[in-house]
């Protein structure tokens, strides 16, 4: 049965079939490109990326055709056109690097009154570019969205642009750090995690691994740079974190929190305490235990436990 969502993306899609028609047959280019980044953008949401591509690929032409006859296109719908095929290619398994470069050109004038964006879409924009960019190996390009992203969260005080911050700062570092930038990138993580220890003081940091992501990378630089003393202290942090979820019975994985247990007990060893080391190595064992238990359990069938 389709729901709500479902009907109304296929009264969209069919109100936009109509119109790209109907604009085909005898319309202004910009119309019709218009027209073509819609459409392209429902078809996205729906999931029909070869249709998309099309769509997305006309509109390509049409801003080239506008331009290359002297006039211009807004640059809400330059960035929409490009950051939007940029996506579809990351879903298709193809390098998007092209697209969002291009969309980079433009992307310091779009804000939330632009054409196509609002000041949340805008923002959501920036997240998913750069986190498209890092994961396809194109760590550097991510930089003009990461900037414009946390440039634009930096401007509100409500908590959400606060969320979307902690995770554009987390993906600022983690481009630098896998450039080999790790002074920079530690300095974004402290920022990170000055942003994700302030939401969750007030009750309103969304996801509690989001701040786990920030402690865990920055202790990483923090190891590569020899600062055994914050690799431990930021490590320890992360697993109070975990360990908290934990007890929330809110950690879907445990294997996680084994690992900086031991991670950490090694580096205790190292420095000759040994105590502490032996603290974290029992606590390793006791949550692997637990989560071995559970696991088990999880698989058993109703009854044949008892």
């Known amino acids: 049965m ?25 319309g202004s280019p910009r119309d019709l490109l218009d027209a073509y980044v819609n459409r392209g953008c429902i078809l996205m949401m729906m999931e029909y990326r070869t249709s998309a591509i099309e769509d997305l690929a006309s509109a390509d032409s049409l801003i080239c055709e506008i331009e290359e006859s002297g006039g211009q296109v807004d640059d809400g719908t330059f960035v929409r056109v490009y950051t939007s095929m940029g ?3 990351t879903s298709l398994g193809v390098d998007p690097l092209a697209a969002y470069s291009a969309a980079a050109t433009r992307l310091p004038s779009v804000d939330g009154t632009s054409r196509h964006f609002d000041p949340r879409s805008v923002i959501r924009m920036c997240v998913d570019a750069a986190s498209d960019l890092i994961d396809t190996g194109n760590p550097d390009a991510s930089e003009p969205y990461t900037t414009r992203g946390i440039e634009l969260t930096g401007r509100s ?18 481009a630098l750090s896998v450039s080999g930038d790790h002074p920079a990138a530690l300095d974004a993580y402290d920022e990170a995690v000055a942003t994700g220890t302030e939401l969750m003081s007030v009750g309103r940091l969304e996801d509690t691994e989001e701040l786990v992501l920030s402690y865990v990378s920055k202790a990483e630089c923090e190891e590569s740079l020899g600062l055994t003393d914050m690799y431990i202290a930021d490590t320890e942090s992360a697993i109070a974190l975990l360990e908290g979820l934990m007890e929330c019975h809110s950690l879907q994985d445990t294997d996680v929190l084994v690992t900086l247990h031991q991670n950490v007990a090694g580096a205790l060893m190292r420095l000759g305490r040994m105590d502490d080391a032996e603290r974290h190595l029992v606590r390793a064992m006791t949550v692997g235990v637990r989560g071995a238990g559970e696991y088990i359990r999880d698989q058993v069938p109703n009854g044949m436990g008892n």
């Open 157 to 174: 005080r409500d908590h959400w642009s606060a969320n979307r911050r902690l995770q554009l700062l987390n993906l600022r570092a983690e």
């Open 87 to 89: 996506s579809v290619a």
């Open 2 to 26: 389709m729901d709500a969502s479902d009907a109304h993306l296929e009264r969209a899609l069919e109100e936009y079939n109509e119109r790209v028609n109907e604009l085909e047959d005898g």
